[in-house]
């Protein structure tokens, strides 16, 4: 799918959303295009290299951590799986990672080299369901950071992560809601976005965020 194809698809999406919710066309009138992309051939062992890192810190902390690792074992822009995969716990650690997220990170380049993580042109071939079965069999990543590579990376345009705070407190909001909906109980309140949730999903975050 080139570019302008899934561009497309994003006008496509935001026009049927509008049509279908009056309160989410308000959302859309007034943010504006939805700002999703679609990474062909992003490379999966990095990109959860990164979301790794990024568990439970903030943005600076953990973009100081990953430049550590892409710089000691790779090439300063990105790591090595090769290296990532001989290396020992200690020089791990060294680069500010705890324990956990050097363990996820060895386990993650184990079954990246084994095939349990597929390659990005597998994963496009693969339904969404799929992807999170096969990627969530590394250690420490969970179905949340799956998703967001699913949406992200991969431009899957029906993903709804509703075990995301900032997704339901938008959704709470959007719907003038007292309290927020547990997970479960939102899941089919989503069907009527269908096949387009990760658009939606983009502007609950945007109405959580107060715009």
């Not at 959860?48 to 892409?70: D, F, N, P, Y």
């Not at 009527?192 to 965020?209: C, E, K, M």
């Amino acid at each position: 799918m080139s570019d302008l194809q899934f561009q497309r698809k994003l006008r496509a999406a935001e026009k049927a959303l509008a049509s279908s919710d009056k309160a989410l066309a308000k959302v859309i009138a007034r943010v504006g295009k939805v700002e999703i992309t679609r990474e062909e051939h992003f490379e999966p062992f990095n990109a959860l290299v990164r979301s790794i890192c990024h568990q439970q810190l903030h943005g600076k902390a953990a973009e100081t951590i990953l430049g550590r690792v892409v710089t000691k074992f790779g090439d300063g822009q990105t790591a090595e799986l090769q290296r990532i995969h001989r290396a020992r716990l200690p020089t791990m650690r060294a680069c500010g990672l705890s324990m956990a997220k050097a363990l996820a990170i060895k386990d993650l380049a184990a079954k990246c080299l084994n095939g349990t993580v597929p390659s990005a042109k597998e994963l496009h071939s693969l339904s969404d369901d799929e992807v999170v079965d096969r990627v969530t069999q590394v250690r420490g990543i969970g179905r949340w950071t799956v998703e967001m590579m699913l949406m992200f990376r991969m431009g899957r345009l029906d993903v709804f992560p509703v075990d995301d705070f900032g997704i339901r407190k938008g959704f709470s909001m959007l719907r003038g809601l007292s309290e927020q909906v547990k997970p479960k109980a939102m899941m089919p309140m989503g069907d009527a976005w269908r096949p387009y949730r990760t658009v939606a999903s983009w502007y609950l975050w945007r109405v959580a965020d107060g715009r």
